[in-house]
């Protein structure tokens, strides 16, 4: 009996307990779509300052880079498993290069021509002719 008093007034001095703070689902989904909004409009203006960023293929500033970053890229877009065939041709341009070549299947599938286009150091377009 005398550790319950104890125990109860060891509660009583310490004074009363105070419950965890409430967060409101309302405040942490409006948290989170100020945050996606606050990303996209910072997204948008790293684009401005810098429209033609390098791509993954680091800067482009060669006819040999030029090539292998549209081989690559023609290689991505034509499917799974397809590669260059033969040599990629870069001729240059004013603002970079134009790049032409053909990506295959090693096992003799079909061939496609691609016609790729590189300005400011990054693979701005890529058509393959089907």
């Known amino acids: 009996m005398k550790r319950i008093m104890f125990w109860t007034g060891a509660l009583l001095v310490a004074g009363p307990v105070h419950a965890q703070a409430v967060i409101d689902p309302h405040d942490v989904i409006g948290a989170a779509i100020a945050s996606d909004i606050v990303q996209d409009r910072q997204a948008q203006r790293d ?23 549209c081989a690559a890229k023609a290689g991505a877009q034509a499917g799974p498993g397809a590669m260059l065939l033969g040599p990629a041709r870069a001729r240059s ?29 990054s693979v701005s377009g890529i058509l393959l002719r089907r």
């Open 93 to 121: 341009m004013s603002t970079g290069w134009e790049v032409e070549g053909v990506v295959g299947w090693k096992n003799g599938g079909e061939r496609v021509p691609f016609v790729c286009s590189v300005r400011n150091g």
């Open 47 to 69: 684009a401005r300052r810098a429209p033609y960023l390098p791509t993954s293929y680091g800067p482009i500033d060669s006819a040999d880079a030029a090539s292998r970053a």
